[in-house]
């Protein structure tokens, strides 16, 4: 393609701290590269405690192993999500629970949850689509008031506000992710992310593979011993020195990703019959996306084909899982979730990655605008 969907966002400081760390013989996990990404997380995101981990999807599993989590158990979440958000608890043995979204920001319905409530439900898992909240204030109100664990999966969340406060520092435990699509990369990566200070002790045991081993290596005991149910979690020091050149320069990728959407809101905003990402104006989003919404599934595939004709790139995202074999497994069936498979059907994603060049967005929006005409 001319113009890929996306293109890794590099820094130039990546190479030399990757190339830091094999010179040190130290390329094992928790490193101090591994260190100062967690401390770069904890300060610019209002967590409690941070810790990296292979993908967004293992902070997730790592989340499910915490919880305890029995067979007949059962997990609020979308069904606009990818696998990983179900996977994670299915492992468990819980069973998901999906949830419609709303047809503005694309994220769970939060009039609809309680409904969805019962004996068996142990915890809510908000997905903030595109970098853009959920509704929490109602979200946490209901996970106080039945008593469930929150969970917000923020893997497109980084950076991303809901109010006054970041995505992923509302949960009891969250989870980013550092895949090379995200704002912030690390090729394969992620974060697990704390915000209750009296489950930090037992996170880090089960990141730890079940030991308390990082209490040894800080000199806390005098050996280690397997105390838990846990699992290798950690990436090794390589991941994070990538990571670290990107935390570096986060503010400068911010600043274009968001320049970049802005291009694309004001390109396109006069086409009749296309809709536009919708952010409550209590909510900054971040970026991460920039989708059109199509007024059906024919329409949506052809602008996907003649964007393709032009060298273009542009992609559809979540098929919803209830659709998914697996999700007629858990007795789900088309039309259930009417909102969720309409706005999947319709939605596509267009280029952007903080190197797209202003000449080639323009190629987008012009390929864009010749097709509504």
Not at 86 to 95: P, S, T
Not at 124 to 150: N, R, S
Not at 168 to 190: L, P, Q, R, V, Y
Not at 203 to 228: H, L, P, Q, S
């Amino acid at each position: 393609m001319k113009i890929p969907f996306n293109s890794a966002s590099l820094t130039k400081k990546e190479l030399e701290y990757v190339t830091e760390v094999l010179r040190s013989g130290k390329i094992s996990g928790n490193g101090i590269f591994s260190k100062k990404c967690t401390e770069f997380i904890q300060n610019n995101f209002g967590i409690k405690q941070a810790f990296l981990t292979t993908s967004g999807t293992s902070a997730l599993e790592a989340i499910a192993l915490f919880l305890d989590l029995e067979p007949g158990d059962e997990v609020i979440m979308p069904s606009f999500t990818y696998p990983s958000t179900a996977n994670a608890f299915l492992l468990r043995g819980a069973i998901p629970r999906f949830c419609d979204i709303r047809n503005d920001t694309l994220n769970l319905d939060e009039n609809l949850i309680e409904a969805l409530i019962n004996e068996n439900t142990k915890a809510l898992v908000p997905v903030h689509y595109a970098g853009t909240a959920c509704e929490m204030d109602t979200i946490c109100a209901l996970t106080k008031q039945y008593k469930l664990a929150l969970v917000e999966d923020a893997a497109h969340g980084i950076g991303g506000r809901y109010k006054d406060r970041f995505l992923g520092s509302m949960g009891d435990m969250s989870a980013f992710s550092f895949h090379e699509t995200k704002n912030i990369i690390s090729g394969e990566g992620g974060a697990l992310l704390i915000n209750d200070e009296e489950m930090v002790e037992r996170a880090e045991i089960i990141w730890e593979k079940g030991t308390n081993r990082t209490k040894f290596f800080r000199g806390e005991i005098d050996k280690y011993t397997w105390v838990d149910v846990g699992s290798s979690f950690l990436p090794s020091e390589l991941n994070a020195a990538f990571l670290w050149a990107q935390f570096e320069h986060l503010k400068e990728s911010q600043d274009r990703r968001n320049f970049l959407w802005k291009r694309y809101n004001e390109g396109l905003k006069d086409i009749k019959g296309l809709d536009l990402p919708q952010h409550p104006e209590d909510i900054i989003h971040n970026s991460y996306i920039f989708h059109v919404i199509l007024p059906n599934g024919e329409m949506r595939d052809g602008l996907m084909k003649h964007l393709k004709t032009l060298g273009i790139l542009a992609v559809f995202h979540y098929i919803p899982l209830h659709s998914f074999p697996v999700g007629h497994s858990l007795g789900y069936r088309e039309g259930e979730l009417p909102i969720t498979e309409d706005m999947s059907k319709r939605l596509l994603r267009l280029p952007l990655f903080h190197t797209l060049k202003e000449k080639e967005q323009n190629e987008v929006i012009k390929g864009v605008r010749q097709y509504m005409q």
